[in-house]
């Protein structure tokens, strides 16, 4: 991939860009029927869950993938006449992930109508692929940015392509605080909002240095987690969920985030990623036999999840420990029946 972006002279621009708006036609149909069976099908907000990790994320993956195979990138900045250089490699970069993010709102556009009709909320199209777009800008801008030391060293090293992966992780981890801010838009919690949550954080054991409030009223996802390193975890809340839940759930749902800090659910989800993917890595790149190497990339992502799934019952534990086990069950049952969602009972969710 980066490869091609070093070859001497600039690809043409032509066969990528018909490549680009094919791509994007592609994705407009994938979303259009991938929403119109996921409301057809029974607990149809799960199935968009559904659709939105394995198909459209895939498809926009793909897509990427395809448009630097072609030099999307370069071919753009080519054709605004900027020279070879460093930056200038950047912003080939940040070029070809905006492009993918536009297959992706392609596909994601005719999916908030679906999404509307079966939470029976009142979802602006327009304002929810706006909200979406500056999602994919801000993302875009931090993985261009950790993509650019390829560019001082070998891009063709396996281990380089590791050390970028190793690299965003710890970024993402560290700077999520502030990622989240960026990529979303957040308020402070002021007057009573500010105490009720103080309250409500003492009781379920919950530490932070600060909390946020997301804007949620028109998606009315009541959701919650916290991001940051220790030392500085923030906890993000959506105004629906300081709207929709009750003292007693509000809590129990708190306790749960506690206990997952507590287990590092993230954090070993994020190793498991990175741990997976030396192996990966030396599978593609021909550095150790390919099918032993993706034999252990996939175990470890088995472990990986198991480890992850025992953190996240432990944080269940815990919570119950600490407030109960029926509340938190209670909590749980109504966090399932705010987002109009009919919790799994498979053990492969």
Known sequence: MFALQTRTGPPPLGPPLVAFVVLVVAGLLVGAVGSAVARRLSNP??????????VLLPTALAAY???ALLGFGPAVVA?????????????????????????WLAAYAPTVRGVRAARGIDLSTGRSVGRMARYVVGSSLVVAVVLTPLRVGSADSPLALVGVLAVFVVVTLVGAPWIVALLRSTSEPTGTTAERLADLRERAGLEVRDVRVLDTDDEETATLYVRGPPGYRRLFVTSTFLDRF???????????????????????????????????VASVSGAAPRWPSLAVALGTVGIGFWLARRGVRAAD???AERVGA?????ALARYAEVHAMDPTRRRLP
């Not at 907000?45 to 394995?54: H, I, M, Q, S, T």
């Not at 054709?79 to 297959?103: R, T």
């Not at 509000?250 to 306790?255: D, E, K, Q």
């Open 79 to 103: 054709a605004l006449g900027l020279g070879p250089g460093l930056f200038v490699g950047f912003l080939s970069d940040l070029v070809g992930l905006l492009a993918a993010g536009v297959v």
């Open 326 to 330: 029926d509340v938190v069950a209670g």
């Open 45 to 54: 907000v799960g199935k968009f869950r559904l659709l939105y990790a394995g």
């Open 65 to 67: 993938g395809l448009l």
């Open 246 to 280: 009750d003292d007693d759930d509000a809590v129990s749902l708190l306790a749960v985030q506690a206990g997952r800090v507590r287990s590092r659910v993230l954090t070993k989800r994020a190793g498991t990623a990175l741990v997976a993917a030396f192996p990966l």
């Open 317 to 319: 534990e815990y919570a």
